[in-house]
């Protein structure tokens, strides 16, 4: 099985793919992408779409999940995250895959063992989960986190 992990954001969108068989995860890519913040907001959110549109066909995952928003201290901000979020979900589930959503706190959980974890504990374990793996940057190692999550939640959400 496939699964596509997206980290939602206007100006960077992270992505991971693992394959899982059985118990055992396995890398497949990872990467960000960003937009051009001199376009407007709609012609932003088509290359978002459009973006990961090309993950989908290049990799064709099986399942996708996707981290929640979080409620900034500013407003706009959320506003900005929520809409790029929905963009992500629409291009998954576009294609055909169940779309699942996780929280920020139980995708840290998952992985490193605390809700509050940090980046660089996410990471580390990672590096672990993933041996040999090269992250694209914060958010493409967030989105595997996403995948991982998902990967390990599947028999619960049936």
């Known amino acids: 099985m496939i699964i596509l992990g997206v980290d939602p954001g206007l100006t960077c969108t992270g992505w991971g793919v693992v394959a899982k068989s059985g118990s055992r995860l396995s890398h497949v890519a990872n990467g960000q992408i960003r937009t051009n913040a001199k376009a407007t907001m709609a012609e932003r959110l088509v290359e978002l779409d ?16 996707v981290e929640e928003v979080f409620v900034n201290v500013n407003p706009q901000s ?9 963009v992500a979900m629409l291009s998954l589930a576009r294609s055909g895959m169940p779309v699942a959503e996780y929280p920020t706190k139980v995708i840290k959980k998952a992985l490193v063992g605390t809700g509050g974890a940090e980046k660089q504990q ?37």
């Not at 959320?78 to 929905?86: D, F, I, P, S, Y």
Request: charged fraction near 20%.
């Open 78 to 86: 959320t506003l900005k995250l929520g809409q790029a979020r929905g």
């Open 122 to 158: 996410i990471q580390h374990m990672l590096k672990i989960l993933l041996p040999g793996v090269i992250l694209a940057g914060e958010d493409a190692s967030d989105a595997l986190a996403v995948a991982i999550t998902h990967a390990n939640m599947l028999g619960s959400h049936r």
């Open 50 to 65: 459009a973006a990961l549109t090309d993950v989908i066909l290049t990799h064709r995952p099986d399942r996708g999940a």
